[in-house]
């Protein structure tokens, strides 16, 4: 896989090819985005991408929408 170049693209994606929403918490069970985060991912300008990359810790600890304990 090549880098991403710089700019827009330059905060890498969360994703770890696990796509699945969690129905419960409207995360993605593998990168813990919301589908509209994930859908507007590559528009975002990179201090809105690290704004959402600040909030997937505390969605990954709270415990919801694991794809790890299925």
Known sequence: MMPMP???HGVA???IS???MDEKTGWCT???R???EIAVWGMLED???RAVLAELPGRRSSGG???DER
Do not use: L, M, Q
Request: with cysteine.
């Open 18 to 20: 696990v796509c699945v």
């Open 13 to 15: 994606s969360p994703c």
């Open 34 to 36: 919301t589908i509209d």
């Open 47 to 49: 201090e809105d991408k």
């Open 6 to 8: 710089a700019g827009k």
């Open 30 to 32: 593998g990168c813990f």
């Open 65 to 67: 929408g694991r794809h």
